[in-house]
């Protein structure tokens, strides 16, 4: 799985979001400061929503929501993914614990 990939079904894993919202919330967990262009988003997007991970859905809008605007779910596949690769990178960071390029419990 690509990281920008991972990092949707994390946002989305919190609940359902737009596709600016999804920018912000990836940025507010970076530490590297790189933004995220809106088309290296879309375009994962819809390879997530090809894939069956993620979904369009409706939110009740309000009077100040764009119609515009398209939202987006984690699909119950979607979920199962994203916890598969969690516990893929966690293995990895254990690796690096036991080579010791990480201290233990960093």
Same mark, same amino acid.
């Given at each position: 799985?690509?990281?920008?990939?991972? !990092?949707?079904?994390?946002?989305?894993?919190? /609940?359902?979001?737009?596709?600016?919202?999804?920018?912000?919330?990836? !940025?507010?967990?970076?530490?590297?400061?790189?933004?995220?262009?809106?088309?290296?988003?879309?375009?994962?997007?819809?390879?997530?929503?090809? /894939?069956?991970?993620?979904?369009?859905?409706?939110?009740?809008?309000?009077?100040?929501?764009?119609?515009?605007?398209?939202?987006?779910?984690?699909?119950?596949?979607?979920?199962?993914?994203?916890?598969?690769?969690?516990?893929?990178?966690?293995?990895?960071?254990? /690796?690096?614990?036991?080579?010791?390029?990480?201290?233990?419990?960093?």
């Amino acid at each position: 799985m690509r990281t920008i990939e991972f !990092e949707i079904l994390l946002s989305l894993a919190t /609940g359902v979001r737009h596709g600016y919202a999804i920018i912000q919330d990836i !940025e507010s967990r970076r530490n590297d400061g790189e933004s995220i262009e809106t088309g290296t988003l879309y375009r994962a997007l819809q390879r997530l929503v090809d /894939g069956e991970l993620v979904s369009h859905t409706e939110p009740r809008r309000t009077e100040s929501d764009d119609e515009r605007r398209r939202y987006y779910d984690i699909t119950v596949a979607g979920r199962r993914a994203a916890t598969a690769e969690a516990k893929r990178l966690a293995a990895l960071v254990d /690796g690096a614990r036991d080579a010791r390029l990480l201290p233990r419990g960093a």
